[in-house]
């Protein structure tokens, strides 16, 4: 299997691909008692929408999505009133197939490429509180944990989001 090319801006051509990926996580999560993704509640639409402000990224093989991500300026929907000039990293995707690889950390550098270019020093996430794996994950990569907060209510996967940050 040859490398693949380097993460892209989406397309309107890959919201599909992007919400199948999110499904089939979702329905991965699911499978294995991981309370964070639902399938089916990030619809391709929504995607589509994302895409249009320039949000998601891509990263693809020669014939398969196999890391996406979507990177925002501004997220007071999660972090509420300490919502500040940051990169907020949300649905952070690798294919199970590629587990493993390192594609995660890859993709997680491009969009610390990415705030440092847009003049920022800070960069966010979430993840869900009972995801330890994740938590963990994340604080190898140098996040720290800053609190926990009620998920927004248009996602059901869990009720509590643990919000995580670290300087660039």
Excluded at 33 to 58: D, H, K, M, N
Excluded at 88 to 112: D, K, P, Q, S, T
Aim: with cysteine.
């Amino acid at each position: 299997m040859t490398d693949p090319a380097p993460m892209r801006r989406a397309t309107d051509a890959d919201a599909d691909a992007i919400a199948g990926l999110r499904d089939r996580l979702a329905h991965w999560m699911v499978d294995n008692g991981i309370a964070q993704w639902l399938p089916g509640e990030y619809p391709a639409a929504t995607v589509a929408a994302e895409i249009s402000r320039g949000e998601w990224f891509v990263w693809r093989d020669e014939s398969a999505l196999i890391g996406a991500v979507r990177l925002i300026w501004s997220d007071p929907e999660f972090w509420g009133a300490d919502d500040a000039a940051a990169g907020y990293v949300h649905g952070l995707m690798v294919a199970l197939e590629r587990r493993g690889g390192a594609l995660g950390e890859r993709i997680l550098r491009f969009c610390a490429e990415r705030t440092r270019a847009n003049g920022l020093r800070r960069q966010r996430l979430d993840t869900a509180a009972g995801n330890q794996v994740l938590r963990k994950y994340y604080a190898t990569q140098g996040f720290r944990e800053v609190r926990e907060a009620r998920l927004p209510p248009q996602f059901h996967g869990t009720d509590r989001v643990v919000l995580m940050e670290k300087s660039l």
